[in-house]
């Protein structure tokens, strides 16, 4: 008995040591000597993979010069290289492989994948490695994808929607807006050069500011092999350096407004709210309290959907570690745009107010919450996007323990939150609407 306990004990540890679990997966990760982290997560479900590169670049690494080209490079990823040298040869490649790709560019991560059969990992892992290792910025490619995000650059702004946001984010962080300003600025996508290109992969496209994810049908030990062969060869670069001067707080209250041709008035009241920067709980509180006041049980939604006032609205805490906001984003019928302010603005003063919060659906909240995490988590590719992205924000030991932490937030900690970030402090408010709601209910913005 005594020999099988012990031998128990020994296969435990031995397991504990060398297995690792990451949302009941389990999860492997490991650092080239050139600075490369490498995550790998086994799911066996389907027998694909996805190979993901995330790069801490984004609008945040922005300068008024360069605004927008972290976006335009994400376009020139998927271009040739030195072994697929052509656009048509890339394409055949990828046709070969059976590649689904894509990339995004956001606030604080750019991020691109390949999903693919999982037989096909180790041409896959080498594709990789020669389109982020090996460009060309072939001048006639840079030239078509400048025109291509230059239309989208029109098509975006041709949006009332997206001018709203955008105004949103200008009007919130308006002395360094370019940090925020993913799509960037049309003067600087209409000039750039290839130089640029490469100014921009020497700083930012380097081992040691990127992670490889590798999430699907795999073996560890054979992937971590393939990985080894591909990317040793990608040589380290300088540490970047992403102490940028912090986003002003607002002096006062802020409005704008926007008079276009839309059928309902869209409002948006948003307050500065902690950054992230994975030690504070502040973070964590400002995710539950949005997913507490999103609740169709909510005090909120019975006075703004059940009541008729409002078609829908979202409750939103963008969490970034270069200003972060929480924000009220409402659709209505104009007419109903004075009640709706004064039903917002009442339940805002009542948030530092721990009455205000039900025990029942405080838990209801935090168990919605774990839901929707492993919800994000359900496919190989939305497991890697969401694992990419928290490297670059937020760290994987923070992803590792999100759940944990939102579990042990009390009405407390919600009180002291919103008393330091919400109650008295400066807002923005925001207004997209008919002009005439604007001639009829929104006269008080005249001036302003």
């Known amino acids: 008995m005594k020999r099988f306990f012990y031998f128990f004990l020994i296969v435990l540890i031995s397991f504990s040591i060398f297995s690792e679990t990451l949302y009941k997966r389990e999860f492997k990760s490991f650092k080239l000597a050139n600075g490369l982290e490498v995550l790998m997560v086994k799911t066996k479900t389907q027998p694909i993979v996805t190979i993901e590169i995330s790069a801490k670049n984004g609008s945040y690494t922005q300068t008024p010069e360069n605004c927008g080209l972290s976006h335009l490079y994400e376009h020139m990823f998927f271009k040739g290289n030195v072994k697929w040298k052509s656009q048509e040869e890339y394409n055949k490649r990828i046709r070969e492989l059976g590649i689904v790709y894509n990339g995004m560019t956001s606030n604080e991560s750019v991020r691109y994948y390949f999903t693919l059969p999982s037989k096909n990992i180790d041409q896959g892992l080498e594709f990789m490695s020669f389109a982020i290792i090996d460009p060309l910025f072939d001048s006639i490619e840079l030239e078509k994808e400048r025109n291509v995000v230059l239309n989208e650059f029109d098509r975006d702004f041709s949006v009332p929607i997206y001018k709203f946001y955008q105004m949103a984010d200008s009007t919130m962080y308006e002395k360094y807006f370019y940090r925020k300003n993913t799509i960037g600025f049309k003067n600087v996508i209409a000039n750039a050069t290839r130089e640029q290109m490469q100014e921009i992969k020497n700083k930012y496209y380097i081992p040691n500011n990127c992670a490889l994810v590798i999430v699907g049908d795999i ?173 670059c924000v937020g760290g994987v030991d923070n992803f590792k323990e999100y759940n944990q932490k939102i579990s042990e937030i009390s009405k407390d900690d919600i009180v002291s939150a919103v008393n330091r970030y919400i109650s008295n402090s400066n807002y923005v408010e925001g207004f997209l609407t008919d002009s005439l709601t604007y001639k009829n209910k929104l006269s008080f913005l005249k001036g302003e």
Request: glycine share 6%; aromatic share 18%; charged share 30%.
């Open 219 to 391: 073996d560890f030990d054979k992937t971590e092999k393939i990985v080894k062969k591909y990317f040793t060869r990608w040589e380290k670069g300088n540490d970047v350096d992403f102490s940028f001067p912090p986003h002003p707080l607002l002096e006062k209250n802020k409005k704008f407004l926007i008079v276009d041709r839309v059928a309902t008035t869209k409002y948006l009241l948003s307050f500065r709210a902690p950054d992230f920067n994975g030690k504070s709980k502040d973070s964590y509180v400002f995710d539950l309290l949005s997913d507490y006041l999103s609740l169709s049980s909510s005090k909120l939604y019975k006075d703004l959907i059940e009541s008729g006032l409002a078609y829908n609205y979202y409750v939103g805490y963008s969490g970034l570690k270069d200003g972060s906001e929480f924000s009220f984003y409402l659709d209505l019928r104009g007419d109903n745009i004075d009640t709706v302010r004064k039903i917002i603005f009442e339940h805002i003063k009542n948030l530092n107010n721990p009455d205000y919060y039900d025990n029942d659906l405080l838990q209801h909240s935090k168990e919605y919450g774990e839901v929707n995490t492993f919800r994000r988590l359900e496919s190989s590719l939305s497991f890697a996007l969401t694992l990419g992205y928290w490297w």
